[in-house]
């Protein structure tokens, strides 16, 4: 059983440009969480959502950043206008359901803004 | 979500047992204790996770204390390959915005030879 898959895994973009982050949950799994990473510094939410709905985009901001997890098809995390400080390691984790479902994650995409 | 103490770093012998402490003196009656660990910036790592009682599984135990105010992960024989930041997060169990895990700044576990 594959787990959670993200891709790319290292994406570089320069300031304005967009950066599209796809996570596939594991097999079964109908639930997906994003988490960013800044450097030095620990995993925040960003953002929950179930197969077409967003549960809870509390920890996103409220700016530049979406996510949608369609019908069929990945979980996409899209950043319009790059800028520097968008530069993070941002993972994705998958559970069957939510409340205390365990959250399985991705290896994460880093992203670069040059 | 209850919030959760733990030391910043400690380190272990290879071949002993790793002993990582966790305060969480305002859990809930309905939070959970869960166990995460990051390798060198690779995706977080599900160990295991309790409410009550005391959890065994392949990869490690979980005590936790009668009251519920501190836990214990315990890595029977740590190895090399244990060096990780080890996060312990306390999750109500329910579903909506309560789903999402907060992650402290852990506890930076060094196994040395």
């Known amino acids: 059983n594959a787990g959670v898959m993200q891709n790319p895994r290292h994406l570089v973009r320069r300031r304005g440009q967009e950066a599209r982050l796809r996570c596939s949950p594991m097999?079964?799994?109908?639930?997906v969480y994003w988490y960013r990473q800044l450097p030095e510094e620990g995993l925040k939410f960003m953002v929950y959502l179930q197969k077409e709905n967003i549960i809870d985009e509390s920890g996103m901001p409220k700016e530049r950043f979406s996510a949608e997890f369609p019908k069929e098809g990945p979980s996409i995390l899209r950043i319009q206008q790059v800028v520097r400080g968008d530069s993070a390691a941002y993972f994705c984790a998958s559970s069957q359901s939510g409340a205390v479902e365990t959250q399985y994650f991705g290896p994460g995409t880093r992203l670069l803004v040059l | 979500d209850a919030k959760t103490t733990q030391p910043p770093s400690m380190d272990c012998a290879e071949g002993r047992a790793a002993n990582l402490p966790c305060n969480h003196s305002t859990i809930s009656g309905n939070e959970y204790v869960y166990w995460y660990r990051q390798i060198h910036s690779q995706g977080p790592q599900y160990i295991i996770h309790g409410l009550k009682n005391n959890e065994t599984n392949e990869m490690a135990s979980l005590i936790i204390t009668e009251d519920r105010k501190s836990s214990t992960l315990i890595l029977p024989h740590a190895t090399l390959r244990d060096t990780a930041v080890y996060y312990c997060?306390?999750?109500?169990?329910?579903?909506?915005?309560?789903?999402?895990?907060?992650f402290g700044t852990g506890t930076r576990l060094q196994v040395t030879l």
């Open positions: 097999k079964g799994h109908s639930h």
């Open positions: 997060i306390v999750r109500a169990a329910n579903t909506g915005t309560a789903s999402k895990l907060t």
